[in-house]
């Protein structure tokens, strides 16, 4: 009798623990569910190893702003000039490297610079004029798209020389000897095997379940009740399960795509910026409450800058992934980018009014997108409809949010 | 007699936390029904259930309203029955005139457009009845808040009021103001109005209330009634915490070291009207282990004063010398303010103090984080030892540190900003309003902290619409009107006579 009691106890708090962190469970189970989905439909051509490598190249860009989109968001502005200032780098790139023939390294320390100047110089009126961003960042979108028109004179300039192409397009070499893979390749029955992939998954993934553990042992020593254990275990196990599952699919093709090299160390470094550093906090203070984190000594106006050059140099750094991968610079690159970058940040959970949102939710919600844009175009579905659903997505995710706040006040 | 209304055994569960337990209340027609508790006694709890924010069927026990059973679902459900509450945030649209206010959402129309006349003749009326000689057409924003609040209640009444119900009203209003605003519910209750008052002042309550009801922890403690029991604000107290309370103010050893911080000349230009001087030639000082008061009027100009020394975080063409323990010093920015010692409590803790979304540590560590850092990473566990030790020294209320602001009632929120800036460190504590809108337990621990701060050696300033607040604290205390310091006061000399009179006097001769 006693212990039924407990156990509808224990029942209770998971169900209270899960009502009040649906968003992030429920990220998480979107993205799995509309893989399975696709997967199913699709007749497993989602998930074939050639497939995977191509669905992160086509994101790599979009991840990458949507890492400086998150921070902007969070600080509680908006930047809808990212489309824009990409595409222009990629035209100042093919310029540079195409038309003048500079050296590569050079090329892309200018193009990086140039980002951070265009940020800067929007940050500049938002943050200290106090211009909102909304205005700032539309008529930077207007500047920067002409300027890519005036720089490429209306054409399209390529090719890139190789080593430029490998930004977006290339693998990192497999440093242990082939024997292993070889051997490996003859155990799971593939063709071949890259080994530094693999390795790269199992690793990641030990080290995510580490931390986990680690930061659950800390809570605990601090009393808080955590996550039940039950759902710390099947989060994890799916976690390492999807890393380890996706490492070896790209283990049996070509091995480590570069850009996905880029993409996680960026993620890493920014994940951390954000949740262990005083910047970070800060960030989110000035965006939870500007007042509020003025008067505690906060250089709100600094770090809103910050946010805005940072912008710029992801969106440059995308800029020049994007023209890596077409190999060509268009005056049409990036053109309506911004939005599925702001889609990828709101459906990770950031919030309008600022102070809330987390990098990897962002990320998270930048590849929801890339399987949904992937899947449907393996499917054959129209662009219109796909645009339609993609809308849909997005305003769902948010009144999920809304609902949510709404039950639990 | 029958009685308006009946709230009958109602309890409300929030998940983890019971909210309401079993709580009655009983308001008769025509009377002015009082009801006090300390904060999260569950208050504003049961007037969200009187007035259908929580709708009938999510909380337990009846409401019996003018003879019948009522299950509201909405606002609207209750207005539509003459129930109106008038919220401590007052719910007007600032740039909208007080006609357009008065009928919001209940417009005078003819065929479908406004009927401006009507409106304005109506408008009229109703501002006779509150006492307010505004235009209609003055936009709200440019009222004081004692003027708002009387449209508040001139909105109610074009509403057909029968049950107005106002939540702390004198919160945020001078004592003439609040002296107004009673006058006005006695007025109403001649009239035939039923109100129910929360409110935190018992010396208000004493003096317009028929009864009183006292919740404690969600339950209902006693119903005193005013012409029947002996009601003394030591009784009233001692129901709402459960215990005695001999001495609001606790006793401190007074002693004063060397100045601390001196303000010398110190002038203020209105950031938007720079022709404006907001503070004029102010001069001041705190000594080690001081506590000093400025009392004055709303908008005498001492939120302005604080917050143009605190960084200039307020006005232009700021002129006039700081010194700290002698040595000048330049706060020009909130981090250098900081960093030469001072903390400023602000007197708008909900948009000015805190984040609201964030937790309890985050908020605490937000003005040193440098102090739970290395190197500009944060160490977590650091932050979290620092927020327990708050936690349980200032005996914050909270389930954990990781808690949501949010979900703290004022009295803990307060404890939260006051621990935010001791973290800090500072030497001289510039409170503002410390006790607004908070119960007379809180009030009575964050007396305590003062005296133990000033114990310390450090310096504390407070800024203080309540005279008895200031007079039981301070050992000296600047009146401050329009701008200016009209006078300075020992404690000895200080009474609420002498400072008004300072305050009226002055001023005619200005």
Redesign the interface.
């Known amino acids: 009798m006693q212990s039924a009691t407990a156990q509808s106890g224990t029942a209770q708090s998971m169900r ?1 623990y899960l009502v009040n962190h649906l968003r992030e469970y429920g990220l998480l189970f979107a993205l799995i569910a509309v893989m399975v989905f696709f997967q199913i439909t699709t007749n497993g051509t989602l998930l074939r190893p050639v497939n995977i490598t191509n669905l992160l190249l086509q994101n790599s860009y979009i991840v990458i702003m949507a890492l400086g989109m998150l921070i902007v968001i969070v600080s509680g502005n908006i930047d809808l000039s990212v489309g824009s200032v990409m595409g222009f780098i990629g035209a100042l790139a093919a310029v540079l490297i195409v038309s003048m023939g500079l050296p590569l390294m050079l090329a892309v320390v200018i193009c990086l610079v140039t980002g951070g100047l265009i940020g800067a110089a929007q940050g500049y009126w938002i943050a200290y004029w106090k211009i909102p961003s909304f205005i700032v960042t539309l008529a930077g979108m207007l500047v920067f798209r002409g300027l890519s028109l005036w720089l490429l004179q209306g054409q399209s300039v390529g090719p890139f020389p190789r080593e430029f192409q490998v930004i977006a397009t290339g693998f990192v070499a497999d440093p242990f000897p082939a024997a292993w893979g070889q051997s490996l390749a003859v155990m799971f029955g593939e063709r071949n095997v890259n080994v530094l992939a693999l390795l790269t998954g199992v690793v990641a993934a030990g080290v995510i379940v580490w931390l986990g553990v680690k930061k659950r042992a ?1 809570n605990a020593s ?3 009740a955590g996550e039940p254990f039950l759902f710390f275990v099947i989060r994890n196990v799916i976690i390492a399960a999807a890393l380890v599952f996706i490492t070896f699919k790209l283990a049996s093709f070509r091995g480590l795509p570069n850009v996905l090299l880029t993409m996680g160390i960026l993620t890493i470094i920014y994940a951390f910026l954000t949740e ?4 970070g ?2 960030i ?2 000035v965006g ?2 500007e ?9 709100s106006e600094r770090l809103t800058f910050l946010a805005f050059v940072n912008m710029g140099v992801l969106a440059a750094a995308a800029g020049l992934v994007f023209a890596a991968r077409l190999n060509t610079a268009t005056p049409k690159a990036g053109f309506a980018l911004e939005l599925d970058v702001i889609a990828a940040a709101f459906i990770g959970g950031a919030s309008m009014s600022g ?2 949102g987390k990098i990897v939710g962002a990320v998270v919600g930048a590849f929801l997108m890339g399987v949904l844009n992937n899947g449907m175009s393996i499917m054959g579905i129209g662009i219109d409809y796909q645009q339609m659903i993609k809308g849909l997505v997005l305003l769902a995710a948010v009144i999920f949010d809304v609902y949510n706040k709404s039950k639990r006040a | 007699m029958q009685p308006l209304l009946e709230m009958r055994a109602i309890s409300k569960t929030f ?2 936390v019971k909210a309401l337990d079993r709580v009655n209340l009983s308001v008769a027609q025509g009377e002015i029904h009082a009801v006090v508790g300390e904060n999260g006694a569950g208050k504003s709890t049961l007037m969200k259930v009187l007035s259908g924010v929580y709708p009938a069927g999510s909380y337990d026990g009846e409401i019996h309203y003018d003879g019948e059973l009522a299950a509201f679902r909405s606002i609207r459900d209750s207005e539509a029955r003459g129930i109106i509450i008038i919220h401590q945030e007052l719910a007007l649209v600032p740039l909208l005139s007080i006609a357009e206010n008065l009928f919001l959402g209940n417009e005078i129309t003819r065929n479908g457009c406004i009927n401006w006349h009507e409106t304005t003749q109506r408008t009229r009326a109703l501002l006779a009845k509150v006492g307010l000689r505004d235009a209609p057409t003055t936009p709200v924003e440019k009222l004081g808040v004692g003027k708002q609040q009387l449209v508040e209640i001139a909105k109610a009444l074009a509403k057909d009021v029968r049950l107005l119900i106002l939540d702390e009203p004198t919160a945020s209003l001078s004592e003439a103001d609040s002296d107004a605003l009673l006058q006005l519910m006695l007025e109403l209750k001649a009239a035939g109005v039923t109100q129910i008052i929360i409110s935190h002042k018992l010396n208000e309550i004493r003096r317009v209330a028929d009864n009183i009801t006292v919740l404690r922890d969600g339950a209902t403690v006693s119903t005193l009634n005013a012409a029947t029991d002996q009601i003394t604000e030591n009784r009233i107290v001692r129901d709402m915490v459960g215990r005695d309370m001999e001495n609001r103010y606790p006793v401190r050893q007074r002693r004063a070291g060397a100045p601390l911080m001196e303000i010398e000349n110190w002038s203020v230009r209105h950031p938007d009207f720079p022709d404006r001087h907001v503070i004029k030639n102010v001069s001041f000082n705190v000594r080690e282990g001081e506590v000093v008061g400025i009392a004055g009027l709303m908008g005498a100009g001492r939120t302005e004063l604080a917050m143009s020394i ?2 200039q ?1 307020y006005g232009r063409d700021i002129t006039g010398e700081a010194r700290i323990n002698g040595k000048p010093v330049r706060l020009h ?3 250098a ?2 960093a030469a010692g001072l903390a ?1 409590v ?1 007197e708008d803790r909900k ?8 937790s309890v540590q ?1 908020n605490i560590s ?2 040193n ?2 102090a739970v ?1 290395k190197n ?3 160490n ?2 650091r932050e ?1 030892q620092v927020a ?1 030790g708050y936690r349980k020294s200032m005996n914050i209320r909270t389930p ?3 808690q949501q602001v949010m979900n703290l009632s004022g009295g803990n929120q307060q404890k939260v900003v006051l621990s ?1 800036w001791l973290f ?1 460190e500072p030497a001289v504590l510039i409170l503002d309003e410390p006790t607004r809108g908070i119960d007379v337990g809180a009030k009575f621990e964050i007396y305590g902290l003062i005296n133990e701060l000033s114990a310390q050696g450090k310096g504390v300033v407070i800024i203080s619409s309540e005279m008895p607040e200031l007079l039981g604290m301070c050992d000296r205390i600047y009146v401050m009107n329009e701008g200016a310091i009209m006078g300075e006061l020992t404690a000895q000399d200080a009474s609420q006579e002498r400072i008004m009179s300072m305050i009226v006097t002055k001023s005619e001769k200005v």
């Open positions: 209270d800390r601090f009393g808080v262990n550093t005083v910047i906090r800060q989110y203070a939870g409450n007042k509020a984190a003025k008067l505690s000594g906060i250089k102070g809330v | 998940p983890g605190f960084g975080s920015t909130v981090s303010a900081i400023y602000t948009s000015l103090g805190l984040i609201l979304e964030e985050r937000m003005a984080l440098k850092a500009g990473l944060l977590e566990a979290t327990e954990s540190v990781f935010k800090s």
